[in-house]
């Protein structure tokens, strides 16, 4: 699957049951797009993890804290209208043992990632959150 915006190779993965609800749509799985941070319904997603750290050495290698922060994220294009499944899946990331913060600080300075997200600007907002 290609990204639609910038036609970059998405990352396909499959979403866990516990955090479906966080995912907009009714897929089983989702696709971010290491480029442009783009997330989408995915109908088939793989059923191995991939490598997040595809996107940026500074995402999660663990899929505990990888896939919610993947979604958060995929989200930040509209905190205000996912401002609660945010703030949800950062509890999780934080509980998997990775501070969200300092990877959204990263990915906003990391090569390759081009994204139409003000992550400076997100990240001020995400630390309200917590």
């Given at each position: 699957m290609h990204c639609p915006d910038c036609d970059t190779r998405m990352?396909?993965?499959?979403?866990p049951a516990d955090l479906r609800d966080y995912l907009p749509g009714e897929q089983p799985g989702a696709a971010i797009c290491p480029r442009c941070l783009q997330l989408r319904p995915a109908t088939d997603p793989p059923e191995a993890v991939p490598d997040f750290r595809q996107i940026d050495d500074s995402f999660p290698a663990q899929s505990a804290a990888?896939?919610?922060m993947a979604l958060v994220v995929g989200l930040l294009s509209s905190l205000a209208i996912?401002?609660?499944?945010?703030?949800?899946l950062l509890e999780r990331v934080e509980h998997a043992g990775v501070?969200?913060?300092l990877v959204v600080d990263r990915l906003s300075v990391a090569d390759g990632v081009e994204t139409e997200i003000d992550l400076e600007g997100r990240r001020r907002q995400l630390e309200q959150l917590l």
């Open positions: 990352l396909a993965f499959a979403v990888a896939i919610p996912h401002r609660q499944e945010i703030s949800a501070d969200p913060l």
